[in-house]
């Protein structure tokens, strides 16, 4: 078993029966949504909000019950993955392209974990690249005022095409190297218009569950 699937596996055991619960996108979650199939299978009962298309058909196709989060009042428990995590539970998400959902859906839910193998577990952030979440009427000025800012900008491709998010927008990576200040940033970007939002996921994760070689670390927000 994998880091990424221990640390997917043991986040089951927050989940209750009668639960509404949230599912992030990525390849940690895939062991998730996997393994909660199995449990659905044998009497589980719970409903999940999803934060993409692909988490949604993966988990209707495995017998999941999805609501639209339109449909709910509240979740109870989002479990989601990361691409870096630091020892403050700050994170960078949106390597798969959802973090408007996946940001959205967090704000939702009364409890947020994150599931992450060792390597996304990191003293600073900002060695994966950010992505920022953008519309694409003014794309061309904005993508620019990054590059004068030194945030060296990147439109991500799907293949020869532009990136499009579920919500039909473009995602700009920017290759940061570091950031000394992860909440000063988010806002200092998103105020900048045209920006939808930014991968910076400040003070929203309560509990990171680490994979670690054959078994999982537990760090809670204090």
């Not at 895939?30 to 988490?55: D, H, M, P, R, Y």
């Amino acid at each position: 078993m994998n880091e990424k699937q221990l640390a997917a596996e043991k986040s089951i055991e927050f989940i209750k029966d009668g639960m509404i619960v949230g599912l992030g996108t990525g390849s940690t979650v895939f062991f998730l949504v996997n393994k909660l199939a199995e449990l659905v299978k044998q009497g589980l009962n719970i409903t999940c909000v999803s934060t993409s298309n692909q988490t949604s058909e993966l988990a209707k196709s495995l017998g999941i019950k999805i609501l639209n989060l339109n449909d709910v009042d509240q979740i109870d428990l989002t479990i989601d993955g990361a691409d870096e995590v630091d020892k403050n539970l700050n994170g960078i998400k949106g390597g798969g392209g959802a973090l408007l959902y996946e940001k959205i859906v967090a704000n939702a839910s009364q409890k947020v974990i994150w599931i992450v193998d060792s390597s996304k577990f990191v003293e600073k952030l900002g060695r994966f690249p950010l992505p920022v979440e953008i519309i694409s009427f003014g794309s061309k000025q904005l993508f620019n005022r990054f590059d004068e800012l030194g945030f060296r900008p990147q439109i991500r491709k799907n293949g020869s095409n532009n990136f499009i998010t579920d919500s039909g927008n473009l995602i700009v990576d920017l290759h940061l190297n570091e950031i000394n200040d992860a909440i000063i940033l988010e806002r200092q970007i998103k105020l900048m218009h045209g920006v939808v939002e930014v991968g910076l996921f400040n003070n929203i994760a309560d509990t990171v569950i680490v994979g670690k070689e054959k078994s999982t670390e537990i760090f809670s927000r204090k």
